[in-house]
């Protein structure tokens, strides 16, 4: 039980490390590579923390998961119907089999060339587990990465 405990603490700590670079300080735009979303890499600005949504605005935001040793991936990307603008709600990802490991860059297997690197068929196969248990909520738009 102690083991499983410790395993819990550190995903979550790792979850915290990831998700520092998409709390980035109020200020200028970070044009660096900040998150994956469609299968490309995005720089990123926060600007605000928000409460969670309630039955009117749920959708609106997307959800950005939090996947240990990489960048976060979002649910969707500018150019995609589906992104909300950078509204976000925080999803922790749990790797199955540590064998399994991938880079993940999408949500989607629409928007990568091999589906292996999506959330969505990591998931299906079983490789991935998610929980957005104490999620948090905030703005934070999604900007091309500039060098």
Not at 40 to 65: C, I, M, R
Not at 66 to 88: I, T
Request: aromatic share 10%.
């Amino acid at each position: 039980m102690s083991r499983r405990i410790s395993l819990i603490l550190l995903v979550t700590a790792l979850a915290l490390l990831v998700a520092v670079p998409a709390y980035a300080a109020p200020g200028a735009p970070d044009f660096s590579a900040g998150v994956y979303g469609d299968g490309e890499e995005w720089g990123t600005k926060g600007t605000a923390d928000l409460p969670a949504p309630n039955e009117h605005n749920v959708q609106s935001f997307d959800a950005l998961y939090q996947v240990p040793d990489q960048l976060p991936v979002s649910e969707a990307a500018p150019g995609n119907p589906d992104y909300n603008g950078g509204r976000w709600r925080t999803v922790s990802v749990t790797w199955n089999d540590p064998d399994k490991v991938v880079l993940l860059t999408s949500f989607s297997v629409d928007y990568v060339d091999d589906p292996i690197h999506s959330i969505e068929y990591q998931l299906s196969e079983g490789n991935i587990s998610l929980d957005s248990s104490g999620a948090t909520y905030f703005q934070c738009p999604l900007l091309p990465v500039k060098e």
